[in-house]
């Protein structure tokens, strides 16, 4: 096992991961930018070193300063979180060069389902359910347009650099095509680094639905279930649950099937969350892969008992799995909220602060994740979320009556913050939400976002 992990990451999942390293029995280090010096994660690691200025690129992102740290500390191991360096194969290389352990999947793994158009054709061939979409990517305008009449309208497009809603531009029909095809190409260059697109056809009312994996180097391969995602805001993600209440145990056993059926293709290894469409039929298309642990992974860990940043760690230091198909039962059902420091009035504009007052809840079936306390700083250069609050109950009304309870408890309060407590309060009242009625159109439907 390893004696040393660097944490590179901030904010609630940096936390998180030294809780589980702490567990292990595994010294850790925390990373930090002068924006985060007085962070939880610095106050809880072994060791803390700073790596640069508040702008991500100079710190977080900076590969030179990540890596010096862990040669410095004598780090045997990195582990990146979400986001940030988490799904860079490039990133991953340079760990190796300097014999440090990256733990995620191997970089060609990465590299294969960081490429959305090149996971999609890998899938195919596995024999994964795809929808009517382009083998390869398009070249231009003219290409968009026979492509969409080969598909049927509506289409989206979606940039091969993407993922998680980044670089995509539904087009309803032909009249469309030109505009969205020019604005999405431009925005994924300029976000992305690179205007490769490809299409698909576009399911405007299905449900966003991911299944976690978790596979080792000796061939074992265990789905966790299901976490329902389609509470979504512009592609952010606002609620997820799991189970999801669309996914009875036949769907879910073929889903994971499916699922596992994709991750060994690719010689998967870690943890790992392939994305599917749901439509009200029951059937199901693959989306992409991510090659990261996810926000949402909490959900899952509740209802399975499985600690999903364990299970990372032990894989990546060469151990096999310790759960086995036949052992996980999934109990009862999970829900999170996240909680963003946003304006939901002005379109859920982040509205950085000081924290003066901040008071979790706890009690029965409740879990914060969270890197905040009273005083934390929310500084306007990063991700404007500072809670995860996560409820369990036996069933899903049970979970829904405790988030209601949890989030009236929750205290939140600083200049200027507002937060997403009473977005979350009106959906979990929602009779359609109550009764599981929930697709991507959910909040353009009944709330008019
Ligand atoms: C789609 C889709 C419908 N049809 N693709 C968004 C994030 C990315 N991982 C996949 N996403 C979607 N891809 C096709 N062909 C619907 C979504 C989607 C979504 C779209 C609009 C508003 C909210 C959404 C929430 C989840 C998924």
Known sequence: MFSKILVANRGEIAVRVIRACRELGIRTVAVYSTADAEALAVQLADEAVCIGPAPARNSYLHI????????????????????????????????????IV?????????????????????????????????ATPVNSLEEAYAAAEQIGYPVILKAVAGGGGRGIGVVPEFADMRHAYTTTRAS??????????????????????????????????????????????????????APSPAVDAGLREELGEVALRG????????????EFLLDDDGR?????????????????EMV??????REQIQVAAGQPLSVEQGSVRLTGHAIECRI???????????????????????????????????????????????????????????????????????????????????FHQSVIDHPAFRA?????????RYLGM
């Open 188 to 241: 994924a260059r300029a976000t992305l680094g690179d205007s490769s697109i490809y299409l698909e056809r576009y399911l405007p009312s299905a449900r966003h639905i991911e299944v976690q994996v978790v596979c080792d180097q000796y061939g074992n391969a265990v789905h966790l279930g299901e976490r329902d995602c389609s509470v979504q805001r512009r592609h952010q993600k606002l609620i997820e649950e």
């Open 263 to 274: 991750a060994k293709a690719l010689g998967y290894r870690g943890a790992g969350t392939v």
């Open 284 to 300: 199901f298309w693959f989306m992409e892969m991510n090659a990261r642990i996810q926000v949402e992974h909490p959900v899952t």
């Open 436 to 444: 599981g009625d929930v697709r991507t159109d959910f909040l353009a």
């Open 102 to 134: 990256f733990i995620g999947p191997p970089p060609q793994v990465m590299e294969a389902v960081g490429d959305k158009a090149q996971a999609r054709a890998l899938m195919a061939e596995a024999g994964l359910p795809l929808l009517p979409g382009t």
């Open 64 to 99: 030179p300063n990540v890596i010096g740290a862990a040669l410095k500390t004598g780090a045997d191991a990195i582990h990146p979180g979400y986001g940030f360096l988490s799904e860079d194969p490039y990133f991953s290389e340079i760990c190796a060069d300097n014999g």
């Open 304 to 309: 399975t008992g499985v600690d999903l940043i």
């Open 340 to 422: 963003n420091a946003e304006d939901v009035a002005r379109g859920f504009a982040p509205t950085p602060g000081r924290l003066d007052v901040f008071q979790a809840p706890s009690g029965p079936g409740t879990r914060v994740d969270t890197h905040c306390v009273p005083g934390t700083a929310i500084p306007p250069s990063y991700d404007s979320m500072i809670a995860k609050l996560i409820t369990w109950g036996r069933d899903r009304p049970d979970a829904l009556d405790r988030m209601r309870r949890a989030l009236a408890e929750l205290r939140v309060a600083g200049r200027g913050i507002s937060t997403t407590v009473p």
